[in-house]
C-alpha cells in the first residue's frame, strides 16, 4: 500500500514535471517547427500534444484544408496562398515575442482525416482560432470566410481581433502585371522598330479617333461601374426563366446593357457621322481624287442622298431605342421618341 | 464708290452677326437663369442641402465682420471640443464673390440681404459660363459652334445639377472659372502673347481661390503642352505662354491661404512643374540645332536628356522620401485605382457622390449631347491643331473621370457641351447653307469629274441619275428633313433638360416634398422646424451631437455648436460619434459625458418613408466607428445570423440596443399607420420593427417633429449618484475594483425616503 502511495506520487511528480517541461517543450518544439516553414503541418500526433491539450500559453491558427488534387476543392488552394502571406509575415516581421505567442498551422485531410473526424468537419476550407485557455473539448473561434472574405487582409484583422498580435501583412510583390505590360510595351516598341520605315500610322487621325471614341464610349457606357461594382451578365427571373438583360433600377446595371448601351451610342455617332460625310462629298466633289483616298465611305460609292438618309434613319431608330431603353430603367421619365 | 458700299454691307453684316450673338447669349443667360429658378417659385429663396449652409455662414461672417477677420475666423461652434480653423481650410472665392456683389449693389443704394445675393449667385454665374463656353469655342472651331456650346452648357441637367438657385456652392462659380481659364489659355497659345497668359493665371488665380478642383486645370494644361511636344508641335508661342502661365499661376496660387505651399510641395503639383523643365530644354534644343552639328547634337539631345530624365527622377523620389514633397492624396490614388478608396479610406467612400457612374446618370445628365459629342470630338481629331488637341484631350481624361465619380460629371458637362456644340453646327453649317453658291461650284465640279472618270462612266451615269433633281449631292428636300429632324433633337434636349432641372435638380432637401393620391403637393418642412426648436429652446452653447451630415445645418440654422459637420477633416473624432451612436446606451453615455453632448439629433424617416435617414446609413456610422476602435465596435454584430442588414423582427442583439436604434424607434411601436398594419411598421424598410418596448435610461426625448422626420433627445444629467451601468458598457473601465476580502466597495443606498406611516 505504502508503495503503492509512494508510486503515485512520484507518478504525479514525473507528470507534473513532464507537463511543466511539456510547455516549454511545446514552445521550443514549435519555434523549431517554424524556424524553417512558416506553417505547421499537423498530424495526429503533434495535433493532439500542441493543439488540444492543455497547457499552453500560446495561440493556434489553424486552417483546415484540402489540398490533394483528388478532393474536388477549387478555393482551397488561393485559401492556402493567403494563409501562407499571413503566416509568412508573421515570421518574418513580428516580434519575437509575439513570434512565440501565435503559431500557423494547417490541417490536411489526405494527412490526418482522424482530426476532420474529431472535429466534425465536413467542409473545407475552415480557419479556427485556438486560444491559449481553450479546453480539449470546446469548440474554437471560426473565421467567416462567408461574410470577411479569406484574403490576407481579412486574415491579419482577424489574427489581431483574436491574438492583438498585429501582423503587418507583407504580400510578396505580384509580377505578372508588370511583367505582362513590360512585354506588352516591348511588343509595341518592337513593332514600331521594325516598321520604323513607315511611322505614317502613328500619325494616321483615323486610328486616333477611333481609339478615343471607343474610350468615350466605354467610360459612357459605364464600364467602370461595372469593373468596381462586378454586376452579373444578365438576370434570369427565378419565377417565369426569362432572362433579362436591362435592370429595372438606376442604381443598377447588368453588364449586358451596357454593351448594348454602348453600341446604341457608337451607332447614333456613326449615323450622325454619315450625315456629314454625305454634305463633305457633295461640297468637296472638286478635291474627289485627293478625297477618296482619306474616305473610306466614298470608296463605295454610295449616293450621298442614300448616305445622308442612311445616317439620318441610323440616328432616330437608335436615339430612340436609346430613349425607349432609358425609359425601361427611369420609371416615369415622360418622353419618348418613334416607339415608346 | 463701289468699294465703299461693300464695305458698308461688310460691316452691316458684321453689325447683323455681332448683334445676333448678343442677343443669343443674353438669351442663353436668361434661360439659363430661369430655368434654374424652380425650387425659388416651388417653394422660397432658401439655401439648399447641406454644404452651403456653410458656405453661407462663412459668407454672413464675412460680410459682418470684414475680410480679414474671416480670414482669421476660429469657429469654436464646429468640430466641439475642438474647434475649426475656417479661414485656413476654405477656399474665399465663393464667399468673396458674393461678399463684393453685394458691397457693390450696397454702394449703389440697392439693399439686399446677404442671403439673396447667395441663392441667385449660382444661376447668375451660369450666364457667365455659357459667354465663357461660347468663347472658348469659338476660339477651338467658329463662332456658330460657340454659340450652341453656350445654349447647351446653359441648360445642361450635368451643370444644372450644381448651380440651381440656393446651391450656393463653389461649383457653381468654379465651371465658369474652368471654362474662362481654358479660354484665356487657348487664346494665350494661339497668340503667344505674355498679356493673354497673364490674364489666364489670374483667371486660374480666381479658380484656385473658388474651387479645390483646379488640380484638374494644372495638370490638364502641362498634359497638353506635353503632348503638343510630343506631336512635333512646339512653338515660341507655347513656350512663351506656358512658361509665363505657369510662373505667374503658381505663385497666385500660393497666395491662397488653404493652398499654401501645396503648388510647390505635392506630388499633384508636380507634372506641372515637370513640364515646365520639359520645355526649357525643348526649347534651348530648338536653339542649339541650328547652332551646331547634327553630330553634337544628337549627342547632346540623347545624352544631355537620359541624364536629365534620371536626376529629375532620383531628385523627386529623394524629396518625397526626405517628406519635402508630400506624395499623392488618398482623394487623388482613389481616382486612379478604383479599389483604393474602399479599403482605405471609408469616409471618402461611403459619400454617395463619391461613388462611380452608371450609364443611366451619363445619359440622365447629358441626353443627346452625349450622343453627339462623340462626332464633335471625331472632327476635332480629324482637323486636329494646336489648340483642338486641348479639347481632345479635355474630352477624353474628363470622360474617364467622369466615369470614376459621380461628382466629376461636373468637369466633363463643359467639354461635352463644346463638343457637341461643335457636332451639330457642323452639320448645320452644311445643311442650312445657301444652295446658289454651291450649285456652281458642284456644276462645275460635275464636268470635271466627267473629265477625268471616263473609264467609270455607268457608274458616274447612274449617280448623276441619282442626283438628277440637284447636281450638288445631298437634295434640298434632303436637306430640309434633315434640318428639321435635328432641331426636333434639339428640342427635346430642351424639354428634357428643363425636365431633369424641374424633377430631380430643384429640391432643396431641407424641404420636402410629396403628393397625395389626388396630386395635391404636401411640403414637410421637419427639418426647419427641428432646428427652430434648437434655436428657441436650448442654452445657447448647447452642444448638439449628430452625424456629419447634418452639421452644417444645425450651424447654420440653428445657431448651435455641433460636434461634426461635413468638413470631414477629423476622422477619429467622427468614429468616436459613430461610435456613440452603435454603442448600447450606457456606453454612450460615457461618450457623451466626455463630449460634453447636450442634445441628440437623429433623422429618421420610417414613418414617411425617407430614405435617406440615419438607420440607412448607420452602416457607415458602424465601418468608421470599427476603423478606429475595433475592440468595441464589431461590423458583424449589427447583421442578422444570416448576414443581413436589418432592424426587423432578426435584428441582432447589438443592433436591437444600440443607441441609434433606440433613438430612431423610441415609442415609434405605439404608431400605427392603417387599420390593418401593425403597430411600428416602418414604410422605409418595409417591415414591422424588431423590438417595439424601447426604454430609455439615460436620455429622454426632447422633441419630434410633425412627421417624426427629426427627432431630437436630451442627455439626462447625472442624477444624484452615478447609474452607469459599468458591465453594460463595453468601453473597459479603468482602474481596478477594490472587491476581493474585505474591503468590499462601498454602496450608498439611496436616501431614505421620507414616507408618512
Redesign the interface.
Known sequence: MRTMVLLFFMLLAVYESAQQQTLEDKVQNLVDLTSRQSIVKFNMDKWKTLVRMQPRNYSMIVMFTALSPGVQCPICKPAYDEFMIVANSHRYTSSEGDRRKVFFGIVDYEDAPQIFQQMNLNTAPILYHFGPKLGAKKRPEQM?F???GFDA?AIG?FV??QTEVHVRVIRPPNYTAPVVIALFVALLLGMLYMKRNSLDFLFN??V??FV??A???I???????N???GPPFMITNPNTKEPSFIHGS????LIA??YI??LL??L??IG??C??E??????S??R??AGKKLNPLSLL?I????L??AG?VC??VF?SF?LSV?RS??RG???S?LFA | MTSTTAARTASSRVGATTLLTIVVLALAWFVGFASRLFAIVRFESIIHEFDPWFNYRATHHMVQHGFYKFLNWFDERAWYPLGRIVGGTVYPGLMVTSGLIHWILDSLNFHVHIREVCVFLAPTFSGLTAIATYLLTKELWSPGAGLFAACFIAISPGYTSRSVAGSYDNEGIAIFALQFTYYLWVKSLKTGSIMWASLCALSYFYMVSAWGGYVFIINLIPLHALALIIMGRYSSRLFVSYTSFYCLATILSMQVPFVGFQPVRTSEHMPAFGVFGLLQIVALMHYARNRITRQQFMTLFVGGLTILGALSVVVYFALVWGGYVAPFSGRFYSLWDTGYAKIHIPIIASVSEHQPTTWVSFFFDLHITAAVFPVGLWYCIKKVNDERVFIILYAVSAVYFAGVMVRLMLTLTPAVCVLAGIGFSYTFEKYLKDEETKERSSSQSGTTKDEKLYDKAAKNVKSRNANDGDESGVSSNVRTIISIILVIFLLMFVVHATYVTSNAYSHPSVVLQSSTNNGDRIIMDDFREAYHWLRENTADDARVMSWWDYGYQIAGMANRTTLVDNNTWNNSHIALVGKAMSSNESAAYEIMTELDVDYILVIFGGVIGYSGDDINKFLWMVRIAQGEHPKDIREENYFTSTGEYSTGAGASETMLNCLMYKMSYYRFGETRVGYNQAGGFDRTRGYVIGKKDITLEYIEEAYTTENWLVRIYKRKKLPNRPTVKSEEATIPIKGKKATQGKNKKGVIRPAPTASKA
Not at chain 1, 438606376?250 to 446595371?253: E, R
Not at chain 1, 454625305?278 to 461640297?283: E, F, G, I, L, V
Not at chain 1, 449616293?303 to 442614300?306: E, G, S, V, W, Y
Open positions: 467567416d462567408q461574410r470577411q487582409d484583422r489581431a481581433d487621325r483615323t486616333w479617333g478615343c471614341l474610350i468615350t464610349f467610360f459612357m457606357s459605364g464600364q467602370m461601374w469593373h468596381i461594382r438606376t442604381q443598377f446595371q446593357e451596357t448601351v454602348g451610342y457608337a447614333i455617332a450622325f457621322i450625315v456629314n454625305a454634305a463633305d462629298q457633295s461640297n466633289k472638286d474627289k481624287n460609292n449616293p450621298t442622298n442614300t445622308a438618309i439620318l440616328i432616330c436615339f436609346l432609358f430603367k427611369y421619365y415622360p418622353y421618341f
